[in-house]
């Protein structure tokens, strides 16, 4: 059996089709998949991001890649504030509790 495609699997996106879609009006929605933990002055966790369109109803997940599908996670707080300021954030909300989910929207400057 052979890994699927991104053409199969409707609910995920590249980080260029991500970056396309927030041009369009989609915003960024922040997933917390673990507790957060402070060690030393830094904060690790599990977090995905996900496009969503404005009327909700469109959702996908941000993949590695179109080969393997796997998710991106970011495992630092650091690293989910860089991301969500390159793609054009301007602010980061930073969820420290499993389960949690938070917007973001591009900057409209």
């Not at 495609?5 to 879609?21: K, Y």
């Not at 179109?66 to 991106?72: D, E, G, I």
């Amino acid at each position: 059996m052979s890994p699927r495609t991104i053409d199969e699997a409707p609910n995920v996106v590249s980080e260029d089709g991500f970056r396309d879609l927030l041009t369009r009006g989609y915003h960024v929605d922040v997933v917390a998949l673990e507790d957060a933990e402070k060690r030393s002055s830094y904060w690790y966790g599990q977090w995905t991001t996900r496009v969503v369109s404005p009327d909700g109803l469109d959702d996908r997940l941000l993949v590695i890649s179109r080969k393997s599908l796997k998710p991106r996670i970011f495992k630092t707080a650091n690293g989910l504030i860089s991301f969500l300021s390159d793609v054009g954030c301007s602010s980061a909300n930073i969820l420290l509790r499993k389960g949690g989910r938070s917007s973001h929207f591009i900057s409209q400057e």
